[in-house]
């Protein structure tokens, strides 16, 4: 009976949802409560949320439209146009659109209510197109911006057949820049699409539902578009009754053959009137123009002037970051090109369905489906067997513990994933540390020593194995605070550990690279695979890792986009969500943190721009810059860019506040030694001072004391490379001055001084010098190492009682653990047991002004050249406040397109009369 009834209410939200779309998660509770009214049945909590939960895995690609930015008014032809074809008797006029939704719903089995939602978005795109049937010559680009791995190859594949149906009939789809990417993307283009492998001469896909019809393909999932089809065919799309795609790879040579090809052919005027459909997926990716508009890069060129071959002609780049792309010249043209690729006509972005777990759900709030969901574990042990950095002739000959650990967790991952979902499944793990192809082969070997090294434990029953597996198990699995409807105990591993046995010969592990031509193909593997998958570039874009679950990652790129694309661990996870790891340096967390912050800015501006209802080439983007040291884009596609640096107050409550960059002007650092020692002989003269440890405190020293050794310093020293230095020590200066009359009136000076061979002499204070790495850049020295950071976060607890914040700091911790269920036992194996600098702070009620004294090295401290000696630097630890010195705003550092300086200079103009 009770069963009976919660079918019955699923089914009447169904038949909601399938007119009406996914509502949000408070829509949907309050249609649950209504049709438990009408079918006379109150469901349980448990059986309320386990309905919820179903409903949105079964709607799990439900995508809607965010913001849509255009240069014309939205006008809908495709319905006028469908009108028309029933006029004239027209059969299947939606042939290639209609058979691709069967092919979704019966053989993907997506949900009805999906298939339609694809196909509802793809129209709304479509309208933006010209209709084919348009005379004259006409050019229109467009930009769609989606999530990395939320499904935007099934949109853009669905976007092809009904643009093949109204009468696009060529159409060429660039798909990234690496080979395993073209393949992957060509086997997709032949399911939903072709209908038919012409490598294996058999039926895929939508063929299956219908093979009347057939697009004609030249490449292959094992070809590209290749310079011998030149001289094998003729070229007019007029000869051919069905569409004709080519699936390349962004790569010059290719475009160059498609060029000769055209041009060998020696297109008639007809064929120059054929409407082309041009889809460059990963569009920020080499598209871009990083020189010259006079002489522009090869494949940004090459594009164009495919472009310029035809007279009607559609552009259309797919990203999920488009911020190179935001920095074209919209005004750019060439003779002969024509005009660059800056999304003249439309902007479209994409949301993210409920349950995709994207960079803001990992990185920023850390919660999912209203859960905490906490996943990254931090590697700090690489250094030794893996640097982020290796040295030129480098020899990898271990692996980290950290990263067998992980490799350990895939093992556990693989079993219980599939333990929850009978069918073949397959289970990825990705090794993303580096992009030297030489060190993957290396890795690839250690890997599988490890991989069989557990494997074979677990086979023969080895004590030591299985005790390893089980308490990554308890502390991982069993205690983990985020759960879903799956239940993991401590009874069910023996379980487990039989299913890994009877499953060893699915675990395989590849590299994926341009080197290794096998690569990974799931297709392959029809019973199942548990991948480990090591790799680099050939890693970091567009490729799907099919199941992905744990991620190991060392990588130290600086730059936005590569950053989020790097990010394969974003997408769909649903019923394993919980078995999810990344494992990466906090450094890499903190980065991400601050990109998903930019991104969710630049489409709540795009979204905020849709209201203005103008073009795209009005709107003055701007994305948000790193105060440190990551870049939005490669710097070459930044050229057509300026800075707009909005100074704003600061607020420096509760914030460590220290020197990151150093001027490399040596009459600075020498002046600045000098004031240090002047004004430490006058310090000491005047207040007495204790040791504490090495270091040496002054205690309640008046504020404008401080002041004048800040003002007196020599500007070289800064936190931000977006900040001049003067502009950081004003600023400094100003904060504490407006909290002068509050918490910043006393403070706290520390000398930090090390054991160390190499010291100064102050009088009767004697400091041990700090040697620290350095990265020379732009007239700065950066501080290298770890987070880039001046000193050690127990600096920060100088002069206070660490003892007790230990203990007060373990106390918080327990109590958290208690409240989120974690067993007695399981506690102290949970606990950390050094408190970060953010809960040191709290306990000071008056500011910290550490000073040290740095050596420097160029390269590794032990083995670098030592460049500059005796320089000063500070952090400064400061007291939270609620005082009036500290409004909301904060300085904010921008990229920003020509069109935003040209709105800024005019508000300037227009201040100025």
């Given amino acids: 009976m009770c069963n009976d009834k919660i079918k019955q209410i699923k089914n009447l939200l169904k038949t909601f949802l399938k007119d009406n779309g996914i509502p949000s998660k408070e829509e949907l509770l309050k249609k649950i409560s209504m049709f438990e009214i009408v079918c006379e049945y109150k469901l349980t909590e448990k059986e309320k949320k386990e309905l919820m939960e179903d409903i949105l895995y079964e709607n799990q690609y439900y995508i809607t439209i965010d913001s849509e930015i255009s240069k014309n008014e939205y006008r809908e032809w495709l319905s006028e146009w469908e009108k028309q074809q029933k006029i004239k008797g027209v059969k299947d006029y939606f042939y290639y659109s209609d058979r691709y939704e069967r092919y979704l719903l019966e053989e993907k089995r997506f949900p009805p209510i999906i298939v339609k939602n694809i196909s509802e978005i793809n129209k709304k795109i479509l309208n933006y197109l010209p209709n084919p049937e348009k005379l004259g010559k006409w050019l229109t680009k467009g930009l769609v911006m989606g999530y990395v791995q939320s499904g935007k190859t099934a949109n853009y594949i669905s976007l092809i057949n009904r643009a093949a149906d109204v009468g696009y009939k060529f159409i060429i789809l660039i798909a990234g820049v690496h080979n395993n990417l073209r393949s992957q993307t060509q086997q997709r283009i032949n399911e939903g699409f072709v209908g038919f492998d012409s490598l294996k001469k058999q039926t895929v896909g939508v063929g299956k539902i219908d093979p009347r019809r057939r697009p004609y393909t030249i490449t292959t999932v094992n070809e590209d578009f290749k310079k011998n089809l030149v001289a094998h065919f003729g070229f007019s799309p007029n000869d051919f009754k069905e569409p004709v795609i080519l699936v390349i790879k962004k790569n010059s040579n290719t475009l160059k053959n498609l060029i000769q090809w055209l041009k060998t052919a020696k297109l008639k005027r007809s064929d120059a009137d054929y409407p082309l459909l041009l889809i460059d997926d990963e569009a920020d990716n080499a598209s871009i123009n990083t020189k010259t508009e006079e002489n522009p890069t090869t494949i940004n060129g090459l594009i164009r002037e495919i472009l310029n071959m035809f007279n009607r002609r559609v552009y259309i780049g797919y990203t999920a970051t488009p911020f190179a792309n935001i920095f074209i010249d919209h005004e750019a043209t060439h003779e002969q090109k024509g005009t660059d690729l800056f999304p003249d006509d439309f902007i479209i972005t994409l949301n993210a369905p409920e349950n995709y777990i994207g960079a803001k759900t990992i990185f920023l709030d850390k919660k999912f489906q209203g859960k905490k969901y906490d996943i990254i574990r931090h590697i700090t042990d690489n250094e030794i067997c893996i640097p982020a950095k290796p040295p030129k002739n480098f020899e990898l000959n271990c692996l980290p513990d950290s990263l067998k650990e992980a490799i350990r967790l895939f093992v556990l991952a693989s079993v219980i994933k599939t333990e929850r979902d009978k069918k ?61 409807e799956f239940q993991i105990s401590p009874e069910m591993f023996d379980n487990y550990i039989g299913k890994i046995a009877e499953n060893i010969d699915k675990f395989k592990v590849f590299t994926v690279n341009s080197d290794n031509k096998e690569g990974l193909n799931y297709n392959e593997y029809p019973k199942g695979l548990f991948a480990i998958a090591i790799g680099g570039y050939s890693l970091s874009r567009g490729f799907t890792l099919e199941g992905l679950t744990i991620s190991y990652f060392i990588r130290t790129t600086k730059m936005y986009d590569t950053l989020l694309q790097m990010g394969r661990w974003f997408g769909y996870r649903n019923k394993y969500e919980d078995l999810c790891r990344i494992y990466m340096p906090e450094e890499t967390e903190l980065w991400y943190q601050h990109i998903a912050e930019v991104v969710e800015e630049l489409k709540y501006d795009l979204k905020e721009l849709q209201l203005s209802k103008r073009p795209p080439k009005d709107y003055g983007l701007k994305i948000r810059t790193h105060p440190d040291s990551l870049l939005i884009t490669a710097r070459n596609k930044m050229q057509n860019t300026g800075e707009f640096v909005d100074y704003q107050d600061v607020c420096y409550s509760g914030q460590l506040i220290e020197t990151r960059l150093i001027s490399t002007d040596k009459r600075k650092m020498e002046i600045n030694f000098n004031i240090f020692n002047e004004f430490i002989e006058n310090l000491s003269g005047n207040f007495s001072y204790t040791k504490n440890k090495n270091n040496y405190l002054f205690e309640n020293i008046p504020y404008n004391i401080v002041t004048d050794i800040l003002n007196g310093f020599e500007d070289n020293m800064t936190i931000k490379r977006f900040m001049e230095p003067e502009s950081f020590k004003n600023s400094l200066i100003n904060y504490i001055l407006k909290g002068s009359d509050y918490e910043l009136s006393e403070w706290d000076i520390a000398l930090k001084s090390i054991n160390s061979n190499n010291k100064i002499h102050i009088k009767d204070i004697e400091l041990g010098v700090t040697k620290r790495s350095v990265l020379e850049d732009d007239g700065f020295y950066l501080l290298s190492g770890k987070k880039y950071r001046l000193g050690d976060p127990y600096d920060e607890a100088i002069g206070l009682d660490m003892e007790k914040i230990k203990a007060d700091y373990k106390t918080e911790q327990i109590k958290e653990l208690k409240k989120n269920n974690i067993e007695d036992d399981r506690i102290s194996k949970s606990i950390r047991n050094t408190p970060p600098g953010k809960f040191i702070r709290k306990y000071r009620s008056k500011p910290l002004l550490i000073f040290y004294i740095l050596n420097l090295y160029k390269g590794a401290v032990k083995k670098g050249e030592r460049i500059e000696k005796n320089v000063i630097a500070y952090a400064v630890s400061f007291p939270e406040t609620d005082s009036i010195i500290c409004p909301e705003n904060r300085i904010v550092k921008y990229k920003v397109n020509k069109v935003f300086l040209k709105e800024l200079l005019e508000k300037e103009k227009e201040n100025y009369e």
């Fill in 424 to 484: 073949p499944k397959y289970t990825t793990m990705l090794i993303n540390v580096t992009f030297k192809k030489d060190l993957h082969d290396r890795l690839k070997h250690l890997v599988n020593e490890e991989l069989s090294k557990i494997l074979d434990g677990v086979f023969a029953r080895d004590k030591q194995i299985l005790k390893e597996l089980k308490e990554l198990y308890i502390n991982e699995y069993v205690s983990n605070t985020y759960k879903n």
